[in-house]
């Protein structure tokens, strides 16, 4: 595959690792926090922390967007589907979570709600378009990345005039996330991760740019570089990382400039401004409310906008008492600290956030890494 | 944050979609927010849709800077 | 065959007529269903008998290998098979993992209500070809017929029987710190092939599903080894590689220690794979097998897979460990190390 083969090269791994091991001061230790959950799935799936020196520490952000939706949400489309007899269309990732009575999407479907996955928003377009005489409610998650596509779609319904089309819209914000983990009232109870540095998402800024990172630079004295998807990108972002703290620098740097640029794609910025708007405080699961850090459907397009459209109350929902996951987010604890971690909390029957997708530290812990921490392991 | 793609657009069928290639699996996806895009370029799909055109000269650079590193003298 | 002429009956129309409930009533309209199609179709001196069930030899000196395959996929027609095709292989291949030689299937039908005969013709066929390619007849079977809405078109079942030497012992439990595993050819595609011709997948992949019968390449391998050489053979179907590999160590009580690199992906495989977000390691399989043997006999057991047609692409994927926690781990492609887990739950596409 052309651009991406080229960026898992064993031997320029090789080369990088050596780069790194001779840039790290031997005097120091570096935690940098990756906020993106697939960027956590790439470090794990390669294998990629090997090659990393030990003085090196990746700390894993809450940027997994299945992983931060509070189980109250998904527990409103499993209703809308079983009590409303909706077709509710979501991602695959969506489907496996486990929600309320314990039910997920796909348990729901096995009770009779009438559930599909999509590859694409688009797609659930299409099953409004070709079955008229029902309700088709979008389940949209995701961050800037996924944002733009649920926007196409729903001024292409009211271009349209669709009358059974509606999202429900889930979709959060980076920048906001970053700036909870930096300051929010909770550090103190947690204690504070001294975090020497960001990598930033790939694809989530290739939308909205470079610019939003700057004042974590220039406010908080933290830098930034913005990584590429693939394990080379981020071994090579890494090693920009531990150069700016060595050199004393707080800077935003573009790593991935084969798709990123300051100011981002304006198509898209422009689509999503038109259609959404910041919701005041918005439950992440694991984090509490965040303010400013979601997109609701703005008053124009309230036909398509499943909440209004059903009245829907939203619950919020518990996590069990010894998830650790609020700490593990903002890079407090590690996955082995949780008593739940390995013994009641696993991929197949995840208690929290950071299990629920393969993204979460958690889950790719468990998934690629718990060889390394044999004790843990349960019988 | 999520996963996609660098493909290659190999068909405009409207304003809005397109065909694209990867490691010839072809899928249409709407490029509504890379208009630019045409024939023959590289554009970032994520969920059917392409987020962003991908530069060609920047993804040689970035290698090239690889193996650079690898002479140890970047 | 009956010799006596049945008093007349309309013929089946196999261009536009359907399934109905009369079919598996057990009376005339089903008898004819059975003459007309499958018996026509499968032919073999085992079942032109007419009975229920049919009376098999058994050579001396050999021990008998059942195995049995529910088929319930969809879409029923894929590119590079059907379900008719894939319940031949499949039970074929169930039986060849044990080392045995396939000798006979029986083939149960649950057809639903309204399914066109002619798709159940085309199905029918391509058994009878898939039979006869494996020189593996269709000695006796079963049609029932369930109601409009209780069925998926056609359900099939096969069983196999085979038969066993009896100083071979070949089984999942029998890996060995030490052992070397190969993989005959790439991994993936019969998954992604299927996958494509769902609805909500538009792509043009040009991949065609692997399905095929391993018994000759079994047969091949075990030629050119010595006896006991072979410790375990087992396909990768549903789960994929990474599911075969963690339930043969879970069974032996061992580890193993991959190598990506040396693992096979046709491009367009990995194309498709990485424009889902599934990994091609939990992929279904249809055509190719896992062979965890002695250390020694390696370089043999490779050499005789890559002679034949279906093993050219054959290698050697990585070693038996010994780990109490049973671990598959597979040192990357970049270098690092991973774990290869069970899967959890269905393969289902990631966004993120």
């Given at each position: 595959?052309?651009?991406v083969?080229?960026?898992?090269?064993?031997?320029?791994?090789?080369?990088?690792a050596?780069?790194l091991?001779?840039a790290?001061?031997?005097?120091?230790?570096?935690?940098?926090?990756?906020?993106?959950?697939?960027?956590t799935?790439?470090?794990a799936?390669?294998?990629?922390?090997?090659?990393?020196?030990?003085?090196?520490?990746?700390v894993?952000?809450?940027?997994?967007?299945?992983?931060?939706?509070?189980?109250?949400?998904?527990?409103?489309?499993?209703?809308?589907?079983?009590?409303?007899?909706?077709?509710?269309?979501?991602?695959?990732?969506?489907m496996?979570?486990?929600a309320?009575?314990g039910?997920s999407?796909?348990?729901?479907?096995?009770?009779g709600?009438?559930?599909?996955m999509?590859?694409?928003?688009a797609?659930?377009?299409?099953?409004?378009r070709?079955?008229?005489?029902?309700?088709?409610?979008?389940?949209?998650i995701?961050?800037?990345?996924?944002?733009?596509?649920?926007?196409?779609?729903l001024?292409?319904?009211?271009?349209e005039?669709?009358?059974?089309?509606s999202?429900?819209?889930?979709?959060?914000l980076?920048p906001?996330?970053?700036?909870?983990?930096?300051?929010?009232?909770?550090?103190?109870?947690y204690?504070?991760?001294?975090?020497?540095?960001?990598?930033?998402?790939?694809?989530?800024?290739?939308?909205?740019?470079?610019?939003p990172?700057?004042?974590?630079?220039?406010?908080?004295?933290?830098?930034?570089?913005?990584?590429?998807?693939e394990?080379?990108d981020?071994?090579?972002?890494?090693?920009?990382?531990?150069?700016?703290?060595?050199?004393?620098?707080?800077?935003v740097e573009?790593?991935?400039?084969r798709?990123?640029?300051?100011?981002?794609?304006?198509?898209?910025?422009a689509?999503?401004?038109e259609?959404?708007?910041?919701?005041?405080?918005?439950?992440?699961?694991?984090?509490g409310?965040?303010?400013?850090?979601?997109?609701?459907?703005?008053?124009?397009?309230?036909?398509?906008?499943?909440?209004?459209?059903?009245?829907?109350?939203?619950?919020?929902?518990p996590?069990?008492?010894?998830?650790e996951c609020?700490?593990?987010?903002r890079?407090?604890?590690?996955?082995?600290?949780?008593?739940?971690?390995?013994?009641?909390?696993?991929?197949?029957?995840?208690?929290?956030?950071?299990?629920?997708?393969?993204?979460g530290s958690?889950?790719?812990h468990?998934?690629?890494?718990r060889?390394r921490?044999?004790?843990?392991?349960?019988? | 944050?999520c996963?996609?793609?660098?493909a290659?657009?190999?068909?405009?069928?409207d304003?809005?979609?397109?065909?694209?290639?990867l490691?010839?699996v072809?899928?249409?996806v709407?490029?509504?927010?890379?208009?630019?895009?045409?024939?023959?370029d590289?554009?970032?799909?994520?969920?059917?849709h392409?987020?962003?055109?991908?530069?060609?000269?920047?993804?040689?650079?970035t290698?090239?800077?690889?193996?650079?590193?690898?002479?140890?003298?970047? | 065959?009956?010799?006596?002429?049945?008093?007349?009956?309309?013929?089946?129309?196999?261009?536009?007529?359907?399934?109905?409930?009369?079919?598996g009533?057990?009376?005339r309209?089903?008898a004819?269903?059975?003459?007309?199609l499958?018996?026509r179709?499968?032919?073999?001196?085992?079942?032109?008998?007419?009975n229920?069930?049919?009376?098999l030899?058994?050579?001396?000196?050999?021990?008998?290998?059942?195995?049995t395959?529910?088929?319930?996929?969809?879409?029923?027609?894929?590119p590079g098979g059907?379900?008719?095709?894939?319940?031949?292989y499949?039970?074929?291949?169930?039986?060849?993992?044990?080392g045995?030689?396939?000798?006979?299937?029986?083939?149960?039908?649950?057809?639903?209500?309204?399914?066109?005969?002619?798709?159940?013709?085309r199905?029918v066929?391509?058994?009878?070809a898939?039979?006869r390619?494996?020189?593996?007849?269709?000695?006796?079977g079963?049609?029932?017929?369930?109601e409009?809405?209780?069925g998926?078109?056609?359900?099939?079942t096969?069983?196999g029987?085979?038969?066993?030497?009896?100083?071979?012992?070949?089984?999942?439990?029998n890996?060995?710190a030490g052992?070397?595993?190969l993989?005959?050819?790439?991994?993936?595609?019969h998954?992604?092939?299927?996958?494509?011709?769902r609805?909500?997948?538009?792509?043009?992949?040009?991949?065609?599903?692997?399905?095929?019968?391993?018994?000759?390449?079994?047969?091949a391998?075990?030629?050119?080894?010595p006896e006991?050489?072979?410790?375990?053979?087992?396909?990768?179907?549903?789960?994929?590689?990474?599911?075969?590999?963690?339930?043969?160590?879970?069974?032996?009580?061992?580890?193993?220690?991959?190598?990506?690199?040396?693992?096979?992906?046709?491009?367009?495989?990995?194309?498709?794979?990485?424009l889902?977000?599934?990994?091609?390691?939990?992929?279904?399989?249809?055509?190719?097998?896992?062979?965890?043997v002695?250390?020694?006999?390696?370089?043999?057991?490779?050499?005789?897979?890559?002679?034949?047609?279906?093993g050219?692409?054959?290698?050697?994927?990585?070693q038996?460990?010994?780990?109490?926690?049973?671990f598959?781990?597979?040192?990357?492609?970049l270098?690092g190390?991973?774990?290869?887990?069970?899967?959890s739950g269905?393969?289902?596409p990631?966004?993120?």
């Open positions: 595959m052309k651009y083969d080229e960026f898992r090269d064993g031997a320029l791994a090789r080369n990088l050596h780069s091991a001779a790290v001061d031997p005097a120091r230790t570096y935690s940098f926090m990756e906020f993106c959950g697939g960027h799935h790439a470090l799936r390669y294998g990629v922390v090997d090659l990393l020196p030990a003085s090196v520490r990746m894993h952000g809450p940027g997994c967007p299945v992983c931060v939706l509070p189980i109250g949400r998904i527990d409103l489309a499993i209703g809308l589907a079983l009590e409303r007899g909706v077709i509710l269309c979501t991602y695959g990732d969506v496996r979570v486990p309320s009575g039910l999407l796909l348990r729901a479907r096995a009770r709600a009438d559930i599909r999509v590859y694409s928003p797609d659930a377009l299409q099953l409004a070709t079955h008229p005489q029902r309700d088709v409610v979008f389940l949209a995701g961050f800037e990345t996924t944002t733009p596509p649920s926007a196409l779609v001024r292409q319904a009211a271009r005039g669709l009358k059974n089309f999202v429900l819209c889930c979709h959060v980076t906001s996330a970053i700036t909870h983990i930096l300051e929010s009232p909770e550090v103190a109870q204690g504070t991760l001294a975090l020497d540095g960001f990598v930033g998402p790939a694809h989530v800024s290739i939308v909205i740019g470079s610019a990172y700057e004042p974590f630079a220039s406010a908080w004295h933290k830098p930034v570089v913005i990584s590429g998807f394990p080379l981020m071994m090579q972002s890494i090693l920009m990382l531990v150069r700016q703290v060595n050199d004393g620098r707080a800077e573009n790593q991935f400039t798709a990123v640029n300051r100011e981002g794609n304006r198509a898209a910025q689509v999503m401004a259609v959404f708007e910041l919701r005041d405080s918005f439950e992440w699961r694991g984090l409310e965040v303010a400013h850090s979601a997109l609701k459907i703005r008053p124009a397009f309230a036909a398509f906008d499943a909440e209004q459209r059903y009245a829907l109350q939203y619950r919020a929902v996590d069990h008492k010894q998830c609020g700490a593990i987010l890079g407090v604890r590690q996955p082995t600290d949780c008593k739940l971690f390995g013994t009641v909390c696993t991929p197949e029957n995840p208690m929290g956030s950071c299990m629920v997708s393969s993204e958690c889950a790719a468990y998934t690629y890494g060889w921490d044999i004790p843990v392991v349960a019988a | 944050m996963l996609a793609l660098p290659r657009v190999v068909e405009l069928l304003a809005d979609t397109a065909i694209v290639d490691a010839g072809r899928q249409q709407s490029i509504a927010l890379v208009p630019e895009a045409r024939v023959g590289y554009v970032i799909v994520h969920v059917g392409a987020i962003g055109m991908l530069d060609e000269t920047e993804a040689q650079a290698l090239a800077l690889f193996a650079e590193l690898a002479r140890g003298t970047a | 065959m009956s010799s006596r002429k049945p008093g007349y009956l309309r013929p089946i129309d196999f261009r536009d007529g359907v399934v109905d409930m009369n079919h009533a057990g009376g309209l089903g004819q269903l059975v003459d007309d499958f018996a179709a499968f032919d073999n001196e085992f079942l032109n008998q007419g229920d069930g049919a009376l030899p058994v050579p001396p000196g050999q021990r008998l290998v059942m195995a395959d529910a088929h319930v996929i969809s879409p029923l027609f894929f059907d379900i008719g095709s894939l319940a031949v499949g039970t074929v291949n169930d039986v060849a993992m044990l045995a030689q396939p000798m006979y299937l029986s083939a149960a039908f649950v057809l639903e209500e309204g399914f066109a005969l002619a798709q159940l013709r199905i066929l391509s058994m009878a898939a039979s390619l494996c020189g593996v007849p269709i000695v006796t079963d049609t029932k017929v369930v409009r809405g209780k998926d078109g056609v359900f099939i096969t069983t029987l085979g038969m066993l030497p009896q100083a071979r012992d070949i089984s999942g439990a890996a060995r052992d070397a595993v993989l005959s050819g790439s991994i993936g595609e998954g992604v092939a299927v996958m494509a011709q609805a909500s997948l538009q792509f043009e992949t040009g991949i065609e599903s692997d399905s095929a019968p391993l018994h000759t390449l079994v047969a391998l075990l030629q050119a080894v006991g050489a072979v410790h375990v053979l087992r396909d990768p179907t549903r789960g994929g590689l990474a599911t075969t590999l963690n339930e043969i160590a879970r069974q032996s009580g061992v580890g193993m220690l991959l190598q990506e690199s040396t693992i096979a992906v046709l491009p367009q495989v990995a194309g498709a794979c990485e889902l977000g599934l990994d091609p390691l939990y992929i279904a399989n249809e055509g190719k097998m896992v062979v965890v002695a250390p020694d006999a390696a370089p043999a057991a490779l050499q005789a897979l890559r002679a034949h047609p279906l050219r692409r054959a290698a050697q994927i990585g038996v460990v010994a780990d109490a926690q049973g598959v781990q597979m040192t990357t492609g270098g190390r991973r774990v290869v887990d069970w899967l269905e393969p289902l990631r966004i993120c």
